[in-house]
C-alpha cells in the first residue's frame, strides 16, 4: 500500500506563552492509498486541524507532513495551492458550489483551477453521470436538493482524479436517508476506483461505514481501529 500521507510528531499552537493553546499535540498519523477512514472525536479534539493539515490548508507549527513521499512543510503557499489543485480533492458540509454556475459548470471549474487541458467538458460530464447526475447538467445549485449539491461536490473534487478525497462533516446538513446514500456512493468509489477518503465527522453512520476509525482527544490520538 502507497503512503499518500504521513504526519510525524506535529503540533499547531495559537498564542504564545500563558494564552499558548495546542489544537495538535506531538501526533503522528498516515493514510494509505484506498483507505475509507474517519477521524472521529469532539468539538475541539483537534479533527479539523489534522485535515488542514493533510489537506495542505495549514501548516504545523512543529512537525513534518509529507503528501505523497514529499515532505512539504518548507514549500511556498504557491506550490502548496498547486499540490492541492492537482492532487487532493474536497467535499464539504455546506458544498460550496457556485451559485451562478450549472453543475456542469461547478465540475469544469475544478479542472481549470487545476490547469487540466484536453477534454474537460467530458471529463466533467462523465464525472456528473458517475454519481447519477447525467440529467442534471445545466441545473444551478439553487434547482438541486440538498442531496444531489453534495453528489456535485463530490463529482467536482473525483473529476481530476486526486490520491486523496478530504470529506468535512459530508452528511451534516443531509437527512440520514440522503446521507446514507452519499455515504454508500463514496464507498462504492472507493471500491470501484481505489479513491482515498478522509473523513471528519460526529456522525455514528460515517464512523460505522468507515474502515478505519481514528480518534482524537485534546489534539492527540487517542484510538486507531481497523474494522472487523
Not at 500500500?1 to 499547531?12: D, G, L, V
Not at 477512514?37 to 501548516?59: F, H, I, Q, R
Not at 512543510?73 to 458540509?93: C, P
Request: hydrophobic share 40%.
Amino acid at each position: 500500500m502507497t503512503t499518500i500521507c504521513e504526519i510525524q510528531h506535529a503540533s499547531k499552537t495559537y498564542g504564545s506563552g500563558a494564552t499558548l493553546v495546542y489544537a495538535l499535540k506531538d501526533c503522528d498519523f498516515s493514510l494509505g492509498s484506498g483507505e475509507f477512514t474517519a477521524l472521529s472525536g469532539p468539538s475541539g479534539s483537534g479533527k479539523t486541524t489534522m485535515l488542514n493539515l493533510v489537506g495542505l490548508l495549514d501548516v504545523p507549527s512543529a512537525g513534518t507532513v509529507k503528501v505523497e513521499g514529499t515532505d512539504v512543510s518548507g514549500l511556498a503557499n504557491r506550490e502548496l495551492a498547486e499540490i492541492r489543485a492537482k492532487r487532493i480533492g474536497f467535499v464539504f458540509q455546506s458544498f460550496n458550489l457556485i451559485p451562478v454556475l450549472t453543475a456542469l459548470e461547478n465540475v469544469e471549474l475544478a479542472l481549470q483551477l487545476a490547469h487540466v487541458g484536453g477534454s474537460r467538458r467530458e471529463r466533467s460530464v462523465k464525472a456528473l453521470e458517475q454519481v447519477g447526475l447525467g440529467d442534471k447538467l445545466d441545473r444551478r445549485p439553487n434547482q438541486l436538493s440538498g442531496g444531489q449539491q453534495q453528489r456535485v461536490a463530490i463529482a467536482r473534487a473525483l473529476v481530476k482524479e486526486p490520491a486523496l478525497i478530504i470529506a468535512d462533516e459530508p452528511t451534516a446538513n443531509l437527512d440520514s436517508n440522503t446521507g446514507s446514500e452519499i455515504l454508500a456512493l463514496m464507498r462504492k468509489m472507493n471500491v470501484d476506483h481505489g479513491t482515498t477518503f478522509l473523513f471528519s465527522t460526529h456522525d455514528p453512520m460515517v464512523m460505522k461505514m468507515a474502515r478505519r476509525l481514528v480518534t482524537l482527544h485534546d489534539g492527540q490520538v487517542v484510538s486507531d481501529e481497523m474494522a472487523a
